[in-house]
């Protein structure tokens, strides 16, 4: 029996994904762990490992696009039954397609189940398109409503699109043009939602629709933490790092989380997932939009150890270099808008994660202290939550464990690996 290469599920939230390249052809041997295909979904583009070894038969074409479990080529015993093989000598075989993250595991009813030659459109009346038809007809200024697919289950794949635009090049010069919408202004400029906006636009909007979002805010006293950051700096040479503030509120936020799992939680279809492992997606603020790199096993590290990584993931992040495991496993998420100067905000949660903390920027502010008014390096913070999860006072308690470990941050000390 053939084994078969199906689309892995890579990420709590994937459902389907774009096949943009093999890396072999048909008869030839591929080994396990030879990389294999490249997928591509709104997010990242990946290269997929082979499970298992054999010779090779393609049943895909690049730029197809398939749901997670579909199956997409096989490993034969020989070269000439690859050759002579036919999809459906596999589909029987093929494994179900749940593989994902280790620190967020799936439960089995969030799988999405491999479909059958036969099966109908998961979403009949709406049109499917694959990621990268989608930006490049966004590029293209074409509406991929308007194309009929030929992809499975109609999906309007890269050659509907690249189809319309030669289509377009051929048109005769005398064709009617639509004329164009006025402009607002003389120095107005127009371009289209595409790339990397446009997956954020979707996500939020996704997010905003999904969970019922609710933002509680906070004020905590920084005193503490500014002298045991300015204790880091002045050990900066023996801790091999610069420790900024958001490395000592993640480790606060990471302490809380491992002490509170109903708020390290989320909800996966009908069933509440309480995950196994504390890993925080840090925002990093980029040219053209905003990405969330995985701090993983955030409460096992110390501050020292979180700054590196933040360095190093924020870095690459810029350079666009950020891996598939970068970007996926996280269970809670921190947003520094103090950065940029806000005070406080109201985040968006980055579903399915169930909360997220915002952080504002420090200032010196009159605050009572002992019946005196004394100038305290304040801070402002917001968690928002997802209300059907988690209840408004069990948020609570997750902000007052926070604010008190970062007014005692010498405590996290006790918590270094």
Request: aromatic residues 4%; charged residues 20%; contains cysteine.
């Amino acid at each position: 029996m053939a084994h078969p290469v199906a689309i892995p599920k890579l990420g709590l939230t994937m459902v389907d994904c774009t096949l943009v390249g093999w890396t072999k052809q048909d008869g030839d041997k591929v080994e396990q762990g030879e990389m294999l295909y490249a997928i591509e979904t709104d997010k990242i583009t990946t290269d997929v490992e082979a499970d298992g070894a054999g010779f090779l038969r393609r049943f895909a074409e690049v730029d197809s696009m398939h749901e997670v479990g579909a199956v997409i080529g096989g490993l034969f015993a020989s070269r000439d039954e690859a050759l002579a093989a036919e999809a459906a000598s596999v589909a029987a075989s093929a494994p179900t397609a749940d593989r994902v993250p280790a620190a967020a595991p799936a439960p089995a009813s969030a799988a999405a189940p491999a479909p059958s030659a036969a099966a109908p459109a998961p979403n009949p009346g709406r049109a499917r398109v694959s990621p990268l038809a989608r930006r490049i007809a966004a590029e293209s200024g074409i509406d991929p409503a308007t194309l009929k697919g030929t992809g499975g289950h109609g999906a309007v794949l890269r050659r509907d699109v690249d189809a319309e635009i030669a289509r377009r090049k051929a048109a005769p010069a005398a064709s009617p043009v639509p004329a164009p919408v006025p402009s607002v202004s003389a120095g107005e400029v127009r371009r289209p939602l595409a790339g990397m906006r446009r997956a954020i636009a979707q996500k939020m909007m996704q997010s905003l629709q999904s969970t019922a979002q609710m933002t509680g805010f906070g004020r905590v006293d920084m005193g503490e933490a500014v002298r045991m950051r300015q204790a880091c700096l002045a050990a900066e040479a023996d801790l091999g790092v610069r420790v900024s503030y958001t490395d000592i509120v993640l480790k606060a936020c990471a302490g809380a989380l491992a002490a509170m799992p109903e708020i390290n939680a989320s909800i996966v279809g009908e069933e509440i997932v309480t995950w196994g492992d504390v890993n925080v997606g840090l925002a990093v603020a980029l040219d053209d939009g905003l990405i969330v790199p995985v701090i993983h096993n955030a409460d096992r590290k110390s501050i020292a150890e979180i700054a590196r990584e933040r360095i190093d993931l924020a870095g690459r992040a810029r350079a666009g270099r950020l891996t598939r495991d970068d970007m996926e496993g996280g269970t809670f998420s921190l947003s520094n808008f103090g950065s940029y100067g806000g005070d406080f905000e109201t985040p968006i949660l980055n579903a399915p994660q169930s909360a997220l903390l915002g952080i504002g920027a420090i200032t010196d502010e009159p605050v009572v202290r002992a019946g005196q008014i004394v100038i305290r390096p304040m801070m402002m913070f917001s968690l928002t939550f997802d209300h059907r999860l988690i209840d408004g006072a069990v948020a609570g308690r997750f902000r007052a464990r926070v604010r008190t470990a970062l007014e005692n941050p010498y405590s996290m000390l006790a918590r270094m690996r």
